[in-house]
């Protein structure tokens, strides 16, 4: 769906054709670390640990 609007310049716009565009376009997977489970889980257990020794 395209529509075209004209602004107050009197200049014409397309707002609505690169939208579409952008609808349609596959987009790339994004890249992840092959390990980032792994550190992901080590940070959080060393956030835990010094949670806990902040209690004591």
Not at 43 to 50: D, H, M, P, S, V
């Amino acid at each position: 769906m395209s529509s075209t609007l004209v602004g107050s310049s009197g200049t014409v716009c397309d707002c609505w054709q690169h939208s579409d565009e952008r609808s349609t376009t596959a987009e790339a997977p994004p890249l992840l670390h092959p390990n980032i489970a792994r550190m992901y889980q080590d940070r959080i257990a060393k956030l835990c640990e010094n949670l806990q020794s902040e209690k004591d």
